[in-house]
Structure formats: C-alpha cells, structure tokens
T-cell receptor
Framework: DAGVTQSPTHLIKTRGQHVTLRCSPI?????VSWYQQVLGQGPQFIFQ???????GRGNFPDRFSARQFPNYSSELNVNALLLGDSALYLC??????????????FGAGSRLTVL | SQQGEEDPQALSIQEGENATMNCSYKTSINNLQWYRQNSGRGLVHLILIRSNEREKHSGRLRVTLDTSKKSSSLLITASRAADTASYFCATDASRPSYDKVIFGPGTSLSVIP
C-alpha cells in the first residue's frame, strides 16, 4: 500500500502569490491533518478534516484554507504569501476520528520557499 | 501556544549509551505519543501511551507518563547511530476536540559512533 503522498515536494514562490499543496491519504484513512514546520521547530497544527468536514483549526490567519474531497484527498491553500510562510508543510492521515487513538501517518512534506 | 515542551532541546551521546528525553504538557490529555523525524522528512510514529497507563515498552523504547505532573519521558536504550533524529512528543487537545494532535518543539538527538 502507498503511504501518504504529498505534492509538490519542493516549490518556490514570491511574496503575494498563492500556493496549493496536495495530499493523498493512506487508503482507508478518512482523516487528514495539515501541519506547518519551520526549520528547527516542532510541527504546528493548521487544520484537521474528517469525512470532508473541518474538525479542527489551529492559530493561523484566514489566508490559510483547506478542503477534503470525496476520495479523502485534501488540499491546503495559502493566499498572499509572506516570507514567514516558508516552511515544510506536512500532511498526515489517520484511520478514523476516534476518542483515544489518533495515530498519524505522515507524508514526506512539501517544502515551500517564499522569496 | 504548544501543548508539549521537550527537554533537553539537544542531546549528544555515545553509541551504546541510553538517551532520555522529557516532555511536559499543560492541560489534561487522553493520550501522549512520541514521534521521530529524520532530517526534515515526515514524522514517524513510535509509541502511544494512554492517560490511564504509567509505562509502556516497545523494543528499545520505554515511555513513562505521570499525569499528576503532566510529564512524560522517552528512554532509548543501547542507542545506535541510526537513532540520530529529532524526537517529538504529541498530545491530543483537550475537550471538545480530541482530534487535534499538538506537537512540542522536539529534542534533537545525536548518537556518535
């Protein structure tokens, strides 16, 4: 079985542009979470989706948005890019939204550089 | 603010020694997990301990949880050079959302051959 796949793996944008990052979860996983990881820091929670509905949101501005599709894949969109948005964006999937055991399987990430 | 904080931020040991990393968190949790990350790649789940458990083992890993102190420790025994990585503790958010998994800043472990 394929793991969590993310695309693109690397991209370079300029300030003010828009970016779309994509994630395909493990087959059978209905929950997708997005994290931002700045170099040297821990992953910061952005969004969690389950069954195409937003179930959790972190402390990020409205420039960040996401959605989940019927096949459970997901997109993260960031508008009006700032230099500080440069980071590794990680997608993680889990089998279900359940009390007590949200074990995440991560993709390799999309590294965004904003110039 | 992040739920968990790891200590130390960086740790360097010789191969064969044991490595201990600590994690503190602020609010009540249902579970605590430890993840590992190699060189800016995706994180890999290592072990999960539930709030009603005090200790758990998996191979060379031993995790303890003290809910009264809101702290956990990860012990890696007989370390190997391949254990060199960053280690993160992660907790599920307090009610009403159990789904947010919040990570600490991590401990960078270097195992010297």
């Amino acid at each position: 079985d394929a793991g969590v796949t993310q695309s693109p793996t690397h991209l370079i944008k300029t300030r003010g542009q828009h970016v779309t990052l994509r994630c395909s979860p493990i087959s059978g996983h209905k929950s997708v979470s997005w994290y931002q990881q700045v170099l040297g820091q821990g992953p910061q929670f952005i969004f969690q989706y389950y069954e195409k509905e937003e179930r959790g949101r972190g402390n990020f501005p409205d420039r960040f948005s996401a959605r989940q599709f019927p096949n459970y894949s997901s997109e993260l969109n960031v508008n009006a890019l700032l230099l500080g948005d440069s980071a590794l964006y990680l997608c993680a999937s889990s089998p279900r939204r359940s009390f007590g055991a949200n074990v995440l399987t991560f993709g390799a990430g999309s590294r965004l550089t904003v110039l | 603010s992040q739920q968990g904080e790891e200590d130390p931020q960086a740790l360097s040991i010789q191969e064969g020694e044991n490595a201990t990393m600590n994690c503190s968190y602020k609010t009540s949790i249902n579970n605590l997990q430890w993840y590992r990350q190699n060189s800016g790649r995706g994180l890999v789940h290592l072990i999960l301990i539930r709030s009603n458990e005090r200790e758990k083992h998996s191979g060379r890993l031993r995790v303890t949880l003290d809910t009264s102190k809101k702290s956990s420790s990860l012990l890696i025994t007989a370390s190997r050079a391949a254990d060199t990585a960053s280690y993160f503790c992660a907790t599920d958010a307090s009610r009403p959302s159990y789904d947010k998994v919040i990570f600490g800043p991590g401990t960078s472990l270097s195992v010297i051959p």
